[in-house]
């Protein structure tokens, strides 16, 4: 019998690709916010008694960077507060809970790649709920916790990477950041990654879940320029020179050398944009 897994945000960017692609490995249940509402803890306690996974997928985020400024509640409720009512119903059932998390626990101040024991320090409402809900989500009775970061493809893409491939495409020009540093991560391989980690029965807790390599949003731009055969038509800016009302990290590559210590290698960044850009092609 194979394991049944429950995702929920399944109508989102990750979600969706988890769905599509978990669905063809084992029993799948995907349920969106109309299907479920997350908030709601009684419900959630009541969904997951009555399916009684083995895993689930916690794919749902408020993730309105500069609007979670101004709406800390909201942004509490989905980010840590849900994360907490599903440990809680795994723990009820036996559950794993995996639960993804974000870059924007850290500050941006380091000069080299994040590794999982780099004592996180949020600059914004975002990232403090995001920590928090790291913190409640590890009360499941086997919990991992996935950071992600500039999540791009799946069937839900609307990410930063669709925007600069979306002008490179049309002639225009695409704004992009020089120095802000990053590590993009391709669904597929989030998806891909998570799967070995729960068939591996690797160690449950931390782990950075984004493709090899760092880069700035300019270097990538003008690397996916080359994949499509186009014109850089980039405009260099600057962090300091854009005005946003919550704070990015401005260097914040994440290291994957725990999720390698567990048998779980990531592709290349630029491997991963390729396979992208060839999947948009078709």
Not at 80 to 108: E, K, M, N, W
Not at 227 to 252: E, K, S
Not at 271 to 280: E, K, N, Q, T, V
């Amino acid at each position: 019998m194979t394991p049944k897994v429950l995702v929920v945000g399944a109508a989102g960017q990750l979600g969706s690709a988890m769905v599509r692609r978990l669905s063809h490995e084992t029993t799948v249940v995907g349920l969106t916010r109309r299907e479920l509402e997350l908030t709601n803890h009684a419900a959630v306690a009541t969904v997951v008694a009555r399916e009684r996974p083995a895993v689930i997928l916690n794919c749902a985020a408020y993730n309105a960077v500069d609007q979670a400024e101004g709406a800390v509640a909201d942004a509490l409720a989905v980010n840590a507060f849900v994360p907490q009512s599903l440990a809680r119903a795994a723990r009820a059932v036996d559950a794993t809970l995996v639960h993804y998390s974000t870059d924007f626990v850290f500050d941006g101040h380091a000069s080299r790649p994040y590794t999982e024991s780099d004592a996180p320090n949020p600059q914004s409402v975002y990232g403090q709920s995001k920590l928090i809900g790291e913190w409640l989500a590890s009360d499941a009775p086997r919990a991992y916790v996935l950071r992600v970061e500039s999540l791009f493809g799946g069937p839900a893409a609307r990410s930063s990477i669709d925007r600069i491939i979306a002008s490179l495409r049309s002639g225009e020009p695409a704004r992009v950041f020089v120095d802000r540093v990053v590590t993009p991560s391709f669904v597929d391989d989030v998806v891909d990654a998570t799967w070995s980690l729960l068939t591996r029965e690797a160690e449950p807790g931390l782990y950075h879940v984004v493709n090899a390599g760092e880069t700035t949003w300019h270097a990538l731009g003008a690397e996916a320029a080359r994949l499509l055969g186009t014109d850089a038509n980039l405009v260099p800016v600057r962090v300091a020179d854009v005005p946003m009302r919550a704070a990015r990290p401005q260097y914040c590559a994440l290291s994957t050398a725990r999720l390698a210590g567990a048998g779980v290698s990531m592709p290349a960044w630029q491997d991963a944009l390729g396979r992208y850009i060839r999947l948009l092609a078709n």
